[in-house]
């Protein structure tokens, strides 16, 4: 697994990154838009906008996570590369960029993704019943900081 910088021309490959882990994960609601938009959307906004890190396994994406000014807007990850280190890779990599700290947000139902940032450092700071989520699902904020600041 090799981990690069998005690209441009990433959003196709980013979207079956994000539908593949989505399906997968059977605890997290709906999509809040059309499935059409998300490829649009992945180029025209979260490219431009985020830093992005692609996992990629003999030149197929496997995992992306996209970072804005010290917040873990997205990262997924496709199911069959789940315990192979990937998320945890791409975390790493954030941490780098934002020594810092990092805050993402995570649906309270995510019991899966609470504990694995949980083992990567990350510690609860305040719970939301979902008013403020397009999904209006209860979340939970996150905040990792390093050690030694």
């Known amino acids: 697994m090799i981990l690069r910088p998005g690209r441009a021309d990433d959003a196709d490959a980013l979207g079956a990154v ?21 490829v649009p959307f992945l180029r025209d906004r979260v490219l431009p906008r985020c830093r992005i890190r692609v996992a990629a396994d003999a030149g197929r994406a496997v995992g992306f996570l996209a ?9 997924y990850v496709i199911p069959e590369a789940h315990r192979r280190g990937v998320g945890r890779t791409l975390l790493d990599d954030a941490k780098a960029a934002s020594p810092e700290g990092l805050t993402l947000w995570c649906f309270q139902r995510n019991i899966p993704a609470l504990a694995f940032y949980a083992a990567q450092g990350f510690v609860e700071v305040e719970r939301t019943g979902g008013a403020g989520n397009e999904e209006r699902e209860p979340d939970v904020r996150l905040v990792w900081r390093p050690l030694h600041r």
Do not use: I, K, Q, S
Not at 18 to 36: C, G, I, K, N, Y
């Open 18 to 38: 994000f539908l593949a882990a989505r399906a997968d994960a059977r605890f997290l609601p709906p999509l809040a838009h059309p499935v059409e938009t998300l």
């Open 67 to 75: 970072l804005h000014d010290g917040w873990v807007e997205h990262l």
